[in-house]
């Protein structure tokens, strides 16, 4: 059974900074690509950042670009996102998805799996 888990979300400031974790379970995670996506109220799903399966690259929406980090450890099967300089629009549900052999991609259709999510509110 295979399962993603966030966690990390809470209700911050702008300018203040979040750290989320996602951690795999029932996958070869060093096989996986992983992103990050986000839901707004309103709003449709939209891609954060993504790292692709070896960890070679990285891959970020140009929202985010300079302000957040993905990073993955494989030993503890688990992918972060280091978000810096919260604004106000960044508050969403952020969700981790798992593609295997993928590159990252912003596409969220070529995901395998999603987790549940994890609220990010930021107060201006």
């Known amino acids: 059974q295979v399962q993603l888990v966030e966690s990390g979300g809470g209700l911050v400031q702008a300018g203040d900074s979040l750290r989320l974790s996602c951690a795999a379970s029932?996958?070869?995670?060093?096989?996986?690509?992983m992103g990050w996506f986000r839901q707004a109220p309103g709003k449709e799903r939209e891609f954060v950042a993504g790292?692709?399966?070896?960890?070679?690259?990285?891959n970020y929406a140009n929202s985010v670009k300079d302000r957040f980090t993905i990073s993955r450890d494989n030993a503890k099967n688990t992918v972060f996102l280091q978000m810096d300089s919260l604004k106000f629009e960044d508050t969403a549900v952020y969700y981790c998805?798992?593609?295997?052999w993928g590159s990252g991609s912003g596409e969220g259709i070529r995901y395998d799996y999603w987790g549940q999510g994890t609220q990010v509110t930021v107060s201006s």
């Open positions: 998805a798992a593609q295997q």
């Open positions: 029932g996958i070869t995670f060093s096989t996986y690509a």
């Open positions: 790292v692709h399966w070896s960890g070679i690259r990285t």
